[in-house]
């Protein structure tokens, strides 16, 4: 199965934004989700799109992340704004809305001041 890579991540003051970046698979017939998980908790979705272009979002994130794929690319991009504390954690993609059993290494989105 080929690895899917996740990128974009790193460390952002409260109210920043990020964009998100996952790779690694032909996406055009696959619906894309992107997973968090925080510190001592499960992992959960954040935000899912279709092959046709379809989202769905988490409740917490509704307003602030934005998911797009771009399949020319092969890719699936997570834009994160308004960030809060409650965001940090490591971010994943993968298939949406069951995520198969291989996950890649994630990126870490961090937001503190």
């Known amino acids: 199965q080929v690895q899917l890579v996740e990128s974009g991540g790193g460390l952002v003051q409260p109210g920043g934004s990020l964009r998100l970046t996952c790779t690694g698979r032909?996406?055009?017939?696959?619906?894309m989700g992107w997973y968090r998980q925080a510190p001592g908790k499960q992992r959960e979705l954040v935000a899912g799109i279709t092959s046709g272009g379809s989202t769905k979002y988490a409740d917490s994130v509704k307003g602030r992340f934005t998911i797009s794929r771009d399949n020319a690319k092969n890719t699936v991009y997570l834009q994160m704004s308004s960030l809060k504390p409650e965001d940090t954690a490591v971010y994943y993609c993968?298939?949406?809305?069951?995520?198969?059993?291989?996950w890649g290494q994630g990126t870490q989105v961090t937001v503190s001041s």
């Open positions: 032909i996406f055009t017939i696959y619906d």
């Open positions: 993968n298939d949406f809305p069951v995520p198969s059993g291989s």
